[in-house]
């Protein structure tokens, strides 16, 4: 499966200055609690070790409350910048148009900006990955 790289503006906070960057985003769908999410673009992290999604995923769409969320299996997480936080991870199933990723941890954070997918629960469940930053396309091979 071949994923084109995502144009994406990135904004130096120092001097404001805008620039483009491409990366790697796949569109994919989260099935957890017994509910079935909705489409979200998600950032291909090889710097993550874990599946990182947004708490309010899962409390908006999965049907979590603060307190069933928080029954998983917590996860110190440290952030960009040192900045420290908490996971709780859930057995989930990551899908895709062309490919289904069962029971895999996925780790929900408040205030996580948007969705990474890392290297535990997503990278490792590919034979190969291949970022072509030449052509701006990522290739998964399952």
């Not at 990182?52 to 908006?60: D, G, K, S, T, V």
């Not at 900045?83 to 895999?104: A, M, W």
Request: proline share 5%.
């Amino acid at each position: 499966m071949n994923v084109e790289y995502t144009k994406w503006v990135y904004e130096d906070p120092a001097t404001k200055d805008r620039t483009y960057l491409f990366v790697p985003i796949i569109d994919v769908l989260l099935v957890g609690n017994h509910k079935v999410g909705r489409h979200i673009k998600s950032y291909l992290d090889t710097g993550a070790t874990f599946n990182i999604f947004p708490a309010e995923y899962a409390i908006n769409l999965l049907g979590f409350t603060e307190n069933t969320l928080k029954k998983g299996i917590s996860l110190p997480i440290l952030g960009m910048g040192g900045i420290k936080t908490v996971g709780y991870g859930h057995r989930c199933s990551i899908q895709h148009p062309n490919f289904e990723l069962k029971d895999v941890m996925v780790y929900f954070v408040k205030e996580q900006p948007y969705p990474l997918l890392g290297r535990v629960g997503f990278m490792d469940q590919f034979k190969k990955i291949v970022f072509n930053e030449d052509t701006k396309i990522l290739e998964l091979v399952k």
